[in-house]
């Protein structure tokens, strides 16, 4: 028997069908080998309140004026934000950086994020979240591509496609989403499902204009019909 109340299976079902669905369509993504740790902590961290463009050209332009970390540590928090500034929240984004780079060299003597790869979930998770401007989507992002873990962060895309399939109630934060999510997806799942989500989320149920004649849940969706329809009227 199974320890979920039936409305939390019911919704289990539902996403492991979606994730077989996706990837269907879309096939199962790439799973590139981890990358370092603290470079998915920041590449995210520049991710915040920004696209993905912008978070490429912040990240590509911290490297190229600072192409060590000890560089980074070097300089002052104004020249980071300088370097930064496209991805916007330049000065926060930079005194965070900075001060977790300072941080993780005081914790290990060097400065990596690796050993938290070594850690169980729980206590990396802690750990991370314990660094101020870390969330549970970057705490997440760092532990699915830093360390290869079977762990599903909550984007923008995502937090929008699960309210509209019905899986998350509308009114949730995206913090509040992830408990609700974490343990409904298929295990094995999370990256694939979480990649393959985003990609619907920016092709198909887009959060403007959603292309609601190419649903591939349109028995799931909770958007009443009539708006559906107007929606699909609206992008022709
Ligand atoms: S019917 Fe439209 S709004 Fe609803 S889930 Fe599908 S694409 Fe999104």
Redesign the pocket.
């Known amino acids: 028997m199974s320890i979920f109340p039936a409305a939390i299976q019911e919704r289990a079902l539902a996403l492991e069908k979606v994730a077989e669905a996706l990837e269907q369509r879309y096939g199962v993504p790439h799973k590139d080998p981890p990358s370092d740790p603290l470079e998915v902590l920041i590449s995210t961290i520049l991710s915040q309140n920004t696209n993905d463009r912008n978070r490429y050209l912040a990240y590509a332009k911290l490297k190229e004026r600072f192409p060590t970390y000890e560089a980074i540590l070097a300089a002052d928090q104004e020249e980071i934000a300088q370097a930064i500034k496209v991805g916007g929240l330049a000065q926060q984004k930079a005194g965070r950086i900075k001060e977790i780079l300072c941080w993780v060299r005081e914790r290990w003597g060097r400065v990596t994020l690796s050993p938290i790869c070594e850690m169980g979930t729980e206590e990396a998770m802690g750990v991370l979240l314990g660094l101020r401007g870390v969330g549970l989507k970057t705490a997440n992002c760092v532990l699915a591509f830093g360390c290869g873990r079977d762990v599903f962060p909550v984007d923008t895309h995502i937090l929008r496609?699960t309210k509209?399939?019905g899986l998350i109630p509308a009114n949730v934060t995206a913090e509040r989403a992830h408990k609700l999510l974490a343990p409904l997806v298929p295990i094995g799942k999370a990256i694939s499902l979480h990649l393959n989500l985003i990609r619907y989320g920016r092709e198909?149920?887009r959060a403007r204009q959603?292309?609601?004649g190419?649903?591939?849940?349109?028995e799931?969706?909770t958007?009443p019909l009539e708006a559906?329809g107007e929606?699909r009227l609206a992008q022709r």
Request: a positive charge.
């Open positions: 496609v509209r399939l198909i149920c959603p292309r609601c190419l649903c591939l849940f349109p799931l969706c958007v559906r929606r």
